[in-house]
């Protein structure tokens, strides 16, 4: 089984960017989908975006469209989350996952590895 580490959370100012890493171990990541999660206190877990092993991402939080992308780097064995013009409601903990599946919808079920989460913080 794959494991994953997520670094690069910090405190940042509204309209700032952070990028953030997920590394692997174990297994190599090109044989996966990778997808970004995150829990703000006192909400629920949101799916916010995915990466197929094809290179196609799919945005599932509305919010983050035209900020947020996903990228990853099979050399490093690295996935990322580039996070631009951060806002307040971006504060949340934030997963990275990765699943074995050639579906083109995923949920969280899809995923069976999980790292430890990264705070991310953006004060107004």
């Known amino acids: 089984q794959v494991q994953l580490v997520e670094s690069g959370g910090g405190l940042v100012q509204a309209g700032g960017s952070l990028r953030l890493s997920c590394a692997a171990s174990?297994?190599?990541?090109?044989?996966?989908?990778m997808g970004w999660f995150r829990q703000a206190p006192g909400k629920e877990r949101e799916f916010v975006i995915t990466?197929?092993?094809?290179?196609?991402?799919?945005y599932y939080a509305d919010s983050v469209k035209g900020r947020f992308t996903i990228s990853r780097d099979n050399v490093k064995n690295t996935v990322y989350l580039q996070m631009n013009n951060l806002k307040p409601e971006d504060t949340a903990v934030y997963y990275c996952?990765?699943?074995?599946?050639?579906?083109?919808?995923?949920?969280?079920?899809?995923?069976?590895?999980w790292g430890q989460g990264t705070q991310v913080t953006v004060s107004s």
């Open positions: 996952a990765a699943g074995v599946t050639s579906k083109v919808y995923l949920t969280s079920a899809d995923f069976g590895s």
């Open positions: 174990g297994h190599s990541l090109s044989s996966y989908a």
């Open positions: 990466i197929l092993r094809n290179g196609y991402i799919r």
